[in-house]
């Protein structure tokens, strides 16, 4: 095991595994916070592009429940999951998020747009025209200078990013890196669909039972089955990694067979 008693280094990334609030707090002056799922992390161990936007994170939560479970399993730890759901329900009550303008939310298509931004309505949540952005289909380099010139002129204390997982984390250190000054950047991808109707609705219980995959997988079989089914991956790559990043451990091996 390695890390804080608030952190835990799981195949190279630093989660954050404390309360909801202490990870809203510590995008307080900005940054970038990720909320990686099983389905996407089975792929770390290849996908360079989307390893390292987990690694330079601000804030990774430990948003995954197979992920969790694998893990205490394999280490004998105990941490807790805390869910991108749970934390996208906190991060809307505040202040600094509902303010008119002072949020803009990347989504990943008109029709989920419109879904989205009229539940953020109906909860008091004003979200003016020119703070929807609808992502382009980005390839395996993400540059969308359109986007970065948008938040340079709005000047927005956070950026939403509800596009699909794989894809919104690189998104989001693209921004990182790219904008002349840095707001709190929140990777939630589908939490919102599970809010405003855009996918299935996930009650409070199912979330804390850990059985918002079975409810996505009733919602959609075709969809979603296969999608959970490849997460099984993530088994044999916590085994081999742990705690360490695979471009570490890998590269760590002829030495140690030389040895």
Sequence with gaps: MSGTPNERQ?????FYIGDVEGAIRRLANG???????????????WNEDYREALVNADVAIADSAFM?????FLEGDSISRLSGLK?????????????????VWVMAGRASADKNIAWLNSQGIEVPDECVYLAPLYGSKIEDTE?????????????????GGGTQERLGLYLKRNLNYLPAIHCIGAAIAFLSGDQVRIPDWADRLYLGWLLRC????????????????????LWRYRGQSPAEHDSE????QAE
């Design 253 to 256: 091996q002829p030495l140690a």
């Design 87 to 103: 934390y996208l329900r906190e991060l809307l009550l505040k202040d600094a998020v509902r303010s008119p303008g002072n949020t």
């Design 68 to 72: 969790v479970l694998v893990w205490n």
């Design 10 to 14: 799981i195949l190279g990334v630093n």
């Design 218 to 237: 009733l919602s959609s079989p075709r969809r979603f089955i296969p999608r959970y089914l490849s997460a099984s991956k993530l088994i044999a790559i």
């Design 31 to 45: 940054g970038l916070l990720v909320v990686p799922a099983a389905p996407a992390l089975k792929d770390v161990a």
């Design 147 to 163: 986007l970065i010139h948008k938040l340079q002129t709005l000047q927005p204390k956070h950026v939403v990013i509800t596009v």
